[in-house]
Nanobody, 122 residues
Framework: VQLKESGGGLVPAGGSLRLSCSASGIDWNYYAVGWFRQSPGKEREVISCISTKEGTVNFRDSLKGRFTISRDVAKNTVYLQMDSLKSEDSAIYHC????????????????WGQGTQVTVSS
């Protein structure tokens, strides 16, 4: 399984970005897909996850209303819509798959993409 994130870039504060996580060779119906981010000097943190069984799971109350996860099974793509971006949202964003569930820890996920950089200018 190879995951590839895209859609990152430089955006002014208050702007929006939509990240994409695409993969080949898997059926999204059988995997949970999570979005994570890691800022310099900080640990990677889970943002949200989506799966057929659980629907959408949001792990960060502070991001509710600004970040939305969705998927297009036909396109084998999971999205992270990010609105009203703030400078503290600057990070490398990764997607990852889990065969088991939408877990809150990295250990639940076994395939990771390389990440896409998001930089929010203030």
């Amino acid at each position: 399984v190879q995951l590839k994130e895209s859609g990152g870039g430089l955006v002014p504060a208050g702007g929006s970005l939509r990240l994409s996580c695409s993969a080949s060779g898997i059926d999204w119906n059988y995997y949970a897909v999570g979005w994570f981010r890691q800022s310099p000097g900080k640990e990677r943190e889970v943002i949200s996850c989506i799966s057929t069984k659980e629907g959408t799971v949001n792990f960060r109350d502070s991001l509710k209303g600004r970040f939305t996860i969705s998927r297009d099974v036909a396109k084998n793509t999971v999205y992270l819509q990010m609105d009203s971006l703030k400078s503290e949202d600057s990070a490398i964003y990764h997607c990852a798959t889990s065969w088991v569930k939408c877990g809150s820890g990295e250990s639940w996920y076994d395939n990771w993409g390389q990440g896409t950089q998001v930089t929010v200018s203030s």
